[in-house]
């Protein structure tokens, strides 16, 4: 039996954000551009909480700017990146 996943929220600084696309071209389901061209997290990201994925933990790794954090959905404790 395998351990459940950890849902987790998904945090974009807007202010950071320049807009690369990378994000969401590494992880889509979990991050897109918005209209105004900066990055937001769909599908239960945002608020709801929504299941950690390979994918996602490497597009926070590898924003290059460092504006995506993640958060337990559950504790609201940060996972990454590592402060
Ligand atoms: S990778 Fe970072 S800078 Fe690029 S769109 Fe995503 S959040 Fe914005």
Do not use: W
């Not at 600084?13 to 937001?40: F, K, N, Q």
């Not at 299941?51 to 290059?64: F, G, I, N, R, S």
């Amino acid at each position: 039996m395998t351990a459940p996943a950890e849902a987790v929220l998904v945090r974009v600084d807007r202010a950071r954000c320049i807009g690369s696309g990378m994000c969401a071209l590494g992880a889509p389901g979990a991050l897109a551009l918005g209209p105004d061209g900066v990055a937001e997290p769909v599908s239960g990201y945002a608020d709801g909480g929504a299941e950690l994925t390979p994918e996602l933990t490497d597009a926070v790794d590898y924003c290059p700017v460092e504006a995506l954090t993640l958060l337990s959905a559950r504790g609201g404790y940060r996972i990454a990146p590592a402060e």
